[in-house]
């Protein structure tokens, strides 16, 4: 939670982030509410309590990577190296167009004609060729219509016309111009154009006295011929899709990770840093007549530093998981060391693992704006589970309610907290009473997915 998210509201507003990250109105409590904004230092005019903060509560070791669960791994992806490249889709394209065009101009040659018709049938096939490409290119269905219009009405005069002089030995060229119907037009409109072009395809070898089998195999051959440019042509513009797609999503990984990093370092650290300064304020204070204590104090302090290296770490590796009844323990020590009464109740029962790591940081970015925001003298934690559903609230006095924080570093906790809570079904809600309180709610799903469930058990 940051102050700057935190302290725009007037008292006795509340606020809810849900789900799926959304702000909506709450119900005020009855004076209870919100805090989270003044300077943490020790309070002047108060002692802090001469009692020892155990450091085995905060511990020093770092947890080596073999003891943290392993991550969920995800489905499995195809090596970069066995997605055909754009480029061979292209060339695959092109080669099968040019076949179905040597084909043509062997039937042409084999049919003896004079060599003027035969170079005007040469150049007839060079344009369809040419037009076939553009027809087939990236995006061609997006061009204007009246430039659609023209390119087919082109290609439809190159395929019908030869036919009166080389009747069937041009029927492959009917194939190309079914294909770009296909690729440019409405699917209702293009699928009813194809199957006419196949059909009108029966009369050059009637016209020929041919056989029906010869009407039906020109037929046949047409609307095949058809299928497979549409089908190429699709396929090479999917492939470079595809490739375009991979490069985004491995640019938004590197995103969401570095949010994650950032998101994680905030929520550890804020915790730590914070513990850090109040305990040196309080062994400034306590050198000059309790240098034994003061003695004890650094040692807490060395441990927690210790422990925010350990933290670093393991959040750089991505495998930080953190137990809410471990950072309840902690959160009790630390408060009362800045003499804060604290009233605590964990009856959370079992939760997945994920769940348990969203609820420790929910607890500790409370406690981690209490110390630094506000004059607590009292703060009550709850955390109970009931109807698959986990629940924590943090409450607290002390807040002043004409504060407000308009830095530009002001934080982000609550946009971490809700991001977090979105991630396992949950939502945080936040109310500021009228007396100086700050309440904060978190709740979520005990178990929102198949992680393997954990047991908090229960401390008062």
């Given at each position: 939670m940051s102050p700057h998210d935190r302290h725009h509201e007037h008292p006795g507003s509340a606020r809810q982030l849900s789900a799926n990250g959304a702000w909506r109105e709450a119900a005020p409590a009855s004076g209870r509410g919100a805090r989270h904004e003044h300077d943490a230092a020790p309070?002047?005019?108060?002692?802090?309590?001469?009692r020892e903060l155990p450091a085995r509560e905060l511990p020093a070791r770092e947890v080596p990577a073999r003891e943290l669960p392993a991550r969920e791994l995800p489905a499995r992806e195809?090596?970069?190296?066995d997605l055909p490249e754009p480029r061979l889709a292209r060339i695959v394209l092109l080669a099968a167009l040019a076949s179905y065009l040597l084909i043509t101009t062997l039937n042409i040659f084999s049919a003896r004609l004079p060599p003027a018709v035969t170079a005007a049938a040469l150049v007839c096939l060079v344009a369809i060729f040419v037009i076939q490409l553009g027809h087939s290119r990236p995006g061609a269905r997006l061009a204007p219509r009246w430039r659609k219009g023209a390119t087919l009405g082109t290609q439809a005069l190159?395929?019908?016309?030869p036919i009166v002089v080389f009747r069937a030995e041009w029927g492959a060229m009917a194939g190309f111009f079914s294909g770009s119907l296909l690729l440019l037009l409405p699917p209702k409109w293009a699928w009813t154009l194809y199957g006419a072009v196949g059909l009108s395809m029966l009369v050059p070898p009637a016209l020929d006295g041919r056989a029906a089998l010869d009407s039906v195999y020109l037929c046949q051959s047409t609307l095949l011929t058809g299928l497979v440019v549409y089908g190429l042509s699709r396929l090479a513009d999917l492939v470079r899709v595809l490739h375009e797609t991979r490069g985004?999503?491995?640019?938004?990984?590197v995103t969401r990770e570095r949010l994650r990093f950032a998101r994680d370092l905030h929520d550890l650290l804020g915790f730590s840093l914070s513990a850090i300064t109040l305990k040196s304020e309080l062994i400034h204070r306590l050198v000059p007549t309790h240098p034994q204590r003061a003695m004890d104090e650094i040692r807490d302090v060395l441990a927690i530093s210790r422990q925010s290296l350990a933290d670093v770490r393991t959040v750089?590796?991505?495998?930080?998981?953190?137990s809410l009844a471990d950072e309840l323990t902690s959160a009790q020590s630390l408060l009362a060391a800045a003499d804060v009464e604290v009233r605590a109740d964990l009856r959370a029962g079992t939760m997945s693992r994920q769940v348990n790591t969203v609820m420790a940081a929910v607890l500790r970015e409370a406690v981690t704006n209490l110390l630094r925001h506000s004059k607590a003298t009292y703060c009550e934690i709850v955390a109970v589970g009931s109807g698959g559903?986990?629940?924590?609230?943090?409450?607290?006095?002390?807040?002043d309610p004409d504060y407000r924080d308009l830095s530009p570093h002001s934080g982000s906790g609550l946009g971490n907290l809700a991001t977090r809570l979105a991630d396992v079904d949950g939502e945080l809600t936040t109310v500021r009473g009228t007396e100086g309180t700050f309440l904060l709610v978190a709740d979520a799903a005990a178990i929102p997915d198949r992680e393997a469930p954990v047991a908090e058990g229960t401390a008062a």
């Open positions: 309070r002047d005019g108060r002692d802090l309590p001469a195809l090596p970069a190296r190159l395929t019908y016309l985004q999503l491995t640019q938004m990984a750089a590796s991505g495998l930080r998981e953190m559903r986990v629940r924590l609230s943090v409450r607290n006095d002390g807040v």
